[in-house]
């Protein structure tokens, strides 16, 4: 069984800055992407930033410039630096990782963090 466990969210001043991290634990064969999503209260989830295990970096345009996605593949864990808060950046945050459980057969799971919650007041 795999797991992803976040940490780090909060409230937060417009403005501030939070770090949030995931870390994946449990049997598997490797993690290919990680990534981070999130979702509003009354929209749908959306794509906040991703990664591959070769270091290659995607954002949001709402998001580029502002926040930073990188992993550690030796720890098998993913962060999400965001500076310069805004209120619209409020949401909960899931952690995402496609997790290799098998190489052969090839077997890979999409696996979901419990979801943080991060709160930026105006």
């Known amino acids: 069984q795999v797991q992803l466990v976040e940490s780090g969210g909060g409230l937060v001043q417009a403005g501030g800055s939070l770090r949030l991290s995931c870390a994946a634990s449990g049997s598997f064969f490797s993690i290919s992407s990680m990534g981070w999503y999130r979702q509003a209260p009354g929209k749908q989830r959306e794509v906040v930033a991703t990664?591959?295990?070769?270091?290659?970096?995607n954002y949001a345009d709402s998001v580029k410039g502002q926040f930073t996605i990188s992993r550690d593949n030796a720890r098998n864990t993913v962060t999400l630096q965001m500076n310069s808060l805004k209120p619209e950046d409020t949401a909960v945050y899931y952690c995402?990782?496609?997790?290799?459980?098998?190489?052969?057969?090839?077997?890979?799971?999409?696996?979901w963090g419990q979801g943080s919650l991060v709160t930026v007041s105006s």
């Open positions: 990664i591959t295990n070769g270091g290659s970096t």
């Open positions: 995402n990782a496609l997790v290799v459980v098998s190489s052969t057969p090839y077997r890979s799971l999409s696996v």
